[in-house]
C-alpha cells in the first residue's frame, strides 16, 4: 500500500497537536481543521481515507462530529480515529460504540500511530472491495438486482414525496439463448458488456441508474423521466446497438424494451415492484411479437 496516495483529515483544535502529528503522519497527505464544523464540512467535501479526531474541540465534542459523520451517507463509510488526551474507559467505550475504529491516547509513538493508520486503511479496502463484489456484476460492471431493488424503493419515495414521474425500462438482447448456444459464451459475454456499456453511457444524469436485471436483461430507472423521455432513451440504446465485427458479435442479434413511467403516490397501495412487473410484461409483449421493438406498458394491454 502506498501510503503517499491517502489523504487523512486531523480534526483538532490545538494547532500544536496538528503539527506534531503533520510530521510524525509525513507518508501521509494531511489536511487539517482545527474545529469540528469545518471538519465535517471538509470530510464532505474531500472524502478523506481516513480521519483522525480529537475528543475536545472549540464548538462541539468528538463524538458529536462523528455522530454528524456516520448520519451523512457520503461521510458514514469513512474510518475514524480518536486520537485524545482523554484517557477515559468510558470515552474509550462511547468512541467505539458510535462508530470509531480506533482509540489511541497520547502520548503515543510515531511507529503505532502510523501502523494503526495503515491497518486500518487496509481493512477498510479489504471491505470496500468484498462490498463491490456484492453491489456490482463483475462482467459488466454495472450494478447488482439485489443493490437497484433497494435504490428503487428510495427513488420510488422520492418521486412521491416531489410527484415527478419515475421512469422504468428494461432491456433485453432478443433470443440471447440461441445465441449463445450457437456462439459460445465469449461472444455472448461480449454482447452483454457492449450492451452494458451503451445503457451506461446514455444514463448519465444525476440519479439515472442501470443495472443487471436477469442474465440478459438490464434495467433502467431514470428519475424525473415522463414516458416520451424514456421511449427516447431507450430508443437511442437500441439504435447505438449494432452487431458489427469490430467487436467480435453476429450481425444479426437485436434487443427489445419495456418501458412505463409513473408518478407514484404512497398512499395508492401501489408500489415499484407493481411497477416492475408492468415493465416486465411490455418486455414480454415486444418478444412474444417479433422482438427488435420498444413496447410501453399501456400499448402491452391495449
Not at 450457437?182 to 457492449?194: D, E, M
Request: net charge negative.
Amino acid at each position: 500500500m502506498n501510503s503517499n496516495n491517502h489523504v487523512v483529515l486531523l480534526i483538532d483544535g490545538n494547532q500544536i497537536n496538528i503539527f506534531s502529528l503533520t510530521r510524525l503522519l509525513n507518508d501521509f497527505n494531511i489536511v487539517s481543521e482545527i474545529t469540528g464544523a469545518r471538519g465535517i464540512e471538509k470530510a464532505k467535501s474531500i472524502k478523506p481515507d481516513i480521519i483522525l479526531l480529537d475528543v475536545n474541540l472549540p464548538d462541539m465534542s468528538g463524538f458529536d462530529v462523528i455522530k454528524t459523520l456516520k448520519e451523512d451517507t457520503a461521510t458514514q463509510n469513512i474510518p475514524v480515529i480518536f486520537i485524545t488526551q482523554n484517557r477515559d474507559d468510558k470515552d474509550e467505550e462511547l468512541a467505539f460504540t458510535i462508530g470509531a475504529v480506533d482509540y489511541i491516547c497520547r502520548p503515543f509513538s510515531s511507529f503505532i500511530v502510523n501502523h494503526r493508520i495503515k491497518t486500518q486503511l487496509n481493512l477498510f479496502t479489504q471491505e470496500s472491495r468484498l462490498h463491490e463484489l456484492v453491489i456490482f456484476d463483475q462482467l459488466t460492471g454495472l450494478t447488482m438486482r439485489k443493490h437497484f431493488s433497494d435504490m428503487l424503493n428510495n427513488e420510488w419515495r422520492r418521486a412521491a414525496r416531489t410527484q415527478l414521474p419515475l421512469g422504468i425500462a428494461l432491456i433485453s438482447a432478443d433470443n440471447f439463448h440461441q445465441y449463445k448456444e450457437r456462439y459460445g459464451n465469449s461472444t455472448a459475454n461480449k454482447v452483454l458488456t457492449h450492451l452494458a456499456e451503451i445503457i451506461k453511457n446514455k444514463a448519465r444524469r444525476a440519479g439515472d441508474q442501470a443495472a443487471v436485471w436477469n442474465e440478459d436483461e438490464f434495467a433502467l430507472c431514470l428519475y424525473n423521466t415522463p414516458l416520451e423521455g424514456v421511449l427516447n432513451v431507450v430508443k437511442d440504446i437500441c439504435d447505438t446497438f449494432t452487431g458489427i465485427d469490430e467487436h467480435g458479435l453476429a450481425s444479426s442479434l437485436t434487443i427489445s424494451a419495456g418501458v412505463h413511467s409513473v408518478i407514484p403516490t404512497l398512499d395508492s397501495g401501489d408500489d415499484i415492484n407493481r411497477v416492475m412487473l408492468d415493465v416486465d410484461t411490455a418486455l414480454d409483449f415486444a418478444k412474444q411479437t417479433g422482438g427488435n421493438k420498444i413496447v410501453a406498458f399501456g400499448d402491452a394491454n391495449r
